[in-house]
Nanobody
Framework: QVQLVESGGGLVQPGGSLRLSCAAS????????MGWYRQAPGKERELVAA???????NYGDSAKGRFTISRDNAKNTVYLQMNSLKPEDTAVYYC?????????WGQGTQVTVSS
């Protein structure tokens, strides 16, 4: 089992920034991918960004140029720096961990972009 604890969501004005964190604990494989997905009301869950334990990154179209994903392997923690936030970025953001065998999800953290 892997446990994921997310933090950093909240309310921010358009154009502002937020940093999400997700700490993983438990039976963590050395080779894994951690990332962030989001789900807005009435919409499907979509990839925001993901990063492998080797550092390879993958961004969803909505994140390119505005969001940066990074990780600290020593802390088993992944970060999502979100800049130039827009109202359409409002969603529940979920941390995701996957390795060769399993996939785990965090409980989700709300991000609301509104003036």
């Amino acid at each position: 089992q892997v446990q994921l604890v997310e933090s950093g969501g909240g309310l921010v004005q358009p154009g502002g920034s937020l940093r999400l964190s997700c700490a993983a604990s438990g039976s963590i494989f050395v080779s894994n991918v951690m990332g962030w997905y989001r789900q807005a009301p009435g919409k499907e869950r979509e990839l925001v960004a993901a990063i492998g334990s080797g550092g390879g990154r993958n961004y969803g179209d909505s994140a390119k140029g505005r969001f940066t994903i990074s990780r600290d392997n020593a802390k088993n923690t992944v970060y999502l720096q979100m800049n130039s936030l827009k109202p359409e970025d409002t969603a529940v953001y979920y941390c995701n961990y996957r390795d060769g065998r399993n996939t785990y999800w965090g409980q989700g953290t709300q991000v609301t972009v509104s003036s």
